[in-house]
């Protein structure tokens, strides 16, 4: 019943952005034709840049795990990476988990670890993507002000919330660093409760290493510098003139709706990006009817973005002898992360 739920939570998500992208277009048929007259070089260009992004993804959590195991095969990283974004296709999106626990298995480690370093990719990403938001709003955003009383609406709110995601993330570095760093704490945990603690903490041991901590830093504000060049590809495909300072704007805002929990973001990402071209670059869209054109620009960019790598990602799951049907069985959080936690997978 709780997988039923979760499905009908996702559903009902995505009929509702669904209807809300499909009142906002006056004209379908126009947002069809603009979507596939996306010129083909820039196109595959953004695709490139796909590609890169889950180079370096699969990087980053390498150099996380160092803490975990020093040596961890490249290419179990870059499937398990690809997997990851197959299975957040499917609610209730758990490809973090599935993919750190085959990790886990293939590396012969713990899950738990493995679970924790790619909760802290998380992290690092939404922390990279306020900063590089902040540094928009300091430094572009008055290049680009609002066309219309609502996108000033748009842009008081992303303000709002960028301050206080700003210091939430400090907040939780700061507690996470003292976790890491007084171990005195921890002996007070029943010891059941506390070997999985420990093993989950490792996960973080990464914060504690210069060199790590570093690379990952860096790692983190390249990969969003190579998603806004993909995004930046994608719209000048059908925008010549658009600026790069624009695509930033737009990739950190479509990250809050790929973050909502529809199958791959679907609908999540069309929304903002019709919200942000509409709102603030309606002089590079057509003057007579920019919400289609908006919509048919949004709907191509997703695809390309995210068409291909579900497809190679498809490939790796079943490589794992696994199906989307199986996924679930391998979450079983009591049995599997917990038998993994405690021994080494033969």
């Known amino acids: 019943m709780k997988k039923v739920g979760q499905f009908g939570i996702s559903l009902g998500l995505t009929l509702l952005i669904g209807f809300i992208v499909y009142r906002g277009v006056p004209d379908w048929g126009h947002a069809w034709r603009v979507m596939v007259q996306g010129r083909p070089l820039l196109m595959l260009s953004g695709l490139v840049f796909v590609m890169v992004h889950m180079v370096l993804r699969a990087l980053r959590w390498g150099v996380l795990l160092k803490p975990v195991k020093r040596k961890i095969a490249y290419k179990n990283l870059f499937s398990l990476t690809l997997v990851k974004y197959v299975v957040n296709v499917v609610p209730p999106r758990t490809g973090e988990v599935v993919a750190s626990i085959l990790l886990a298995r293939k590396e012969q480690t713990s899950a738990t670890s493995v679970i924790a370093a790619s909760l802290l990719e998380r992290i690092l990403d939404t922390g990279t993507v306020v900063v590089l938001f902040g540094l928009y709003l300091f430094s572009f955003s008055h290049w680009y002000p609002p066309d219309?009383?609502?996108g000033r609406e748009i842009m008081r709110a992303v303000q709002s919330f960028s301050i206080k995601g700003f210091i939430g993330l400090c907040v939780l570095f700061a507690?996470?660093?003292?976790?890491?760093?007084?171990?005195?704490?921890?002996?007070?945990?029943p010891c059941r409760i506390r070997k999985i603690l420990q093993s989950f903490l490792e996960g973080f041991r990464a914060l504690q290493q210069g060199g790590a901590l570093v690379k990952s830093l860096a790692l983190s504000l390249a990969i969003w510098l190579v998603i806004t060049c993909q995004v930046w590809m994608m719209l000048r495909a059908y925008l010549e003139t658009f600026p790069f300072t624009g695509a930033l704007f737009l990739m950190c805002i479509t990250v809050v709706g790929v973050a909502i929990p529809t199958p791959g973001g679907v609908g999540g990402f069309q929304f903002f990006m019709n919200?942000?071209?509409?709102?603030?670059?309606?002089?590079y869209l057509s003057a007579t009817d920019p919400s289609s054109q908006a919509a048919g620009i949004s709907?191509?960019?997703?695809?390309?973005s995210m068409v291909p790598v579900i497809l190679v990602g498809l490939v790796f799951l079943y490589r794992e002898g696994l199906s989307l049907g199986r996924i679930s069985q391998l979450t079983k959080h009591e049995k599997a992360a917990g038998e993994l936690t405690h021994k080494p997978a033969s």
């Open 275 to 283: 919200m942000g071209l509409v709102n603030f670059f309606t002089h």
């Open 175 to 189: 507690i996470l660093a003292l976790l890491l760093r007084n171990n005195n704490w921890i002996e007070r945990v």
């Open 148 to 150: 219309s009383q609502r």
């Open 299 to 304: 709907n191509g960019c997703y695809l390309v």
